[in-house]
């Protein structure tokens, strides 16, 4: 079955009564990849994710927060819907995890060598190895600090670590992604939250 909601012209009585829907409206027939509950604090919400001919997305059906007693949805994407969802999902998550690892080769870390990129002050220009990195206080939106040591210079100079580019970046291993993305299956519940997920991939 597709999604089925209650439509406007299933009355009161339908409701009242415990009876079936008088004005059943489907839609994404043989579209549906899966169904899942997102518990809030005081009430649910039941969604189905669902291939809408050029995207995987979700869409609500019911919730405990009004009367939706009748509405359901059931999982029914036919072979060619999961070979096209497949494609698109593994295609945006080679291109999430990849984004994800150059990001997390270029992040300054303690031992990493980097170069100041600030334009005016003492810290202009000024390369050294990172020794030390914790919370910005100088900073409201917070943010990290760096600790970087300076060839020839006992003190630690501090900047912010947005003010740095690493020197020496990890190489990233585009091929070990495309062939872990390649294969992945994707569990339609945290698909969409798998593309957006911030960290450094592990496959």
């Not at 597709?2 to 409701?15: F, H, R």
């Not at 593994?90 to 995890?97: E, F, M």
């Not at 002050?121 to 917070?142: F, K, L, M």
Request: proline residues 6%; charged residues 25%.
């Amino acid at each position: 079955m597709p999604i089925t909601v209650c439509g406007p012209a299933c009355t009161t009585d339908n409701k009242n009564n415990g009876r079936s829907c008088g004005d059943p409206q489907r839609s994404y027939v043989g579209a549906v990849l899966g169904t899942y509950e997102r518990n809030g604090y005081d009430d649910s919400d039941f969604l189905a994710v669902v291939w809408d001919g050029e995207q995987v997305t979700t869409r609500e059906y019911a919730s405990t927060r009004g009367w939706t007693y009748h509405n359901h949805a059931t999982v029914d994407a036919t072979e060619q819907v999961r070979v096209a969802a497949e494609a698109w999902y593994r295609d945006r998550l080679l291109a999430h995890l990849v984004a994800v690892a150059r990001e997390h080769a270029t992040a300054p870390r303690v031992g990493r060598r980097v170069r100041s990129l600030t334009r005016r002050g003492r810290h202009v220009g000024v390369t050294g190895q990172i020794r030390w990195i914790g919370p910005d206080r100088y900073r409201r939106d917070g943010g990290q600090r760096v600790g970087i040591a300076v060839p020839g210079e006992d003190a630690l100079r501090y900047l912010p670590a947005r003010s740095v580019t690493v020197l020496d970046p990890e190489p990233v291993d585009e091929q070990r992604l495309r062939g872990h993305a390649a294969t992945a299956r994707p569990d339609w519940r945290h698909a969409l939250q798998d593309l957006t997920a911030h960290g450094h991939p592990t496959p």
